[in-house]
């Protein structure tokens, strides 16, 4: 796995160099002291997930993260920086964003974090879900509370169906309708009436809330 650290303090990329070990034995880094200090026509194989701070020279903010989906279309982005602003949050989500995880965040937060956006789920630190975030079980799936079990009562999402819980899972990782239609083979169309469908059983009325709903309810891209 190939991930890009985009930070302009080289002494926080090398700590996260380390800290990332334990996620992947043979992960591959690419560094950046700013989004536009990264070149991807110089890169041979593709990025998979990128770690971007917002505070950085050139573009910062939700620009900062515009600009990096703009050169990386296909690459999952998780925001990391020391902003706990929920309104910065929900923008970077809005964005496109898979995750954002706080500076102040643990590295046991961190690594479970960055587990979850890659099996498919969204991370949201605690303070913006209104139950204080969710518990969750190795395969994405909310536990009872008390981290024991599965919920008893089933949840909206048990009630979508099978492509329809695949569209909404690729939509609120950031993927565009069009590279959705791509990757599942299916008209634009029929991935937005999927996508309306999903929203109506979330009920949530756009692909932000439905990223907020589906954190709230410990889900990630497995079923």
Do not use: W
């Amino acid at each position: 796995m190939r991930m890009l650290l985009i930070d302009d303090h080289s002494l926080f990329r090398n700590g996260l160099k380390f800290l990332l070990s334990d996620l992947d034995a043979q992960l591959e880094f690419v560094e950046a002291d700013g989004v536009h200090g990264f070149a991807p026509a110089d890169q041979t194989s593709p990025v998979d997930l990128a770690l971007l701070d917002l505070h950085l020279p050139g573009a910062s903010g939700v620009d900062a993260l515009s600009a990096l989906r703009a050169l990386l279309p296909d690459t999952t982005v998780v925001i990391v920086t020391g902003d706990e602003d929920p309104t910065l949050i929900r923008d970077c989500i809005d964005a496109g964003a898979a995750g954002f995880i706080p500076k102040s965040s643990t590295p046991q937060v961190l690594i479970s974090a960055l587990r979850l956006v890659l099996a498919g789920g969204t991370y949201l630190p605690p303070h913006v879900l209104g139950n204080g975030g969710p518990a969750l079980m190795p395969n994405g799936r909310p536990t009872n509370g008390n981290g024991n079990g599965p919920q008893e009562a089933a949840t909206p999402v048990d009630r979508l169906t099978g492509r329809q819980f695949d569209v909404l899972m690729l939509a609120i990782r950031g993927k565009s309708n069009k590279m959705i239609a791509r990757e599942l083979d299916l008209s634009e169309g029929t991935v937005k009436q999927h996508l309306s469908a999903a929203f109506r059983t979330l009920g949530v009325n756009n692909r932000t809330e439905a990223v907020f709903a589906a954190a709230e309810l410990g889900l990630s891209g497995s079923r």
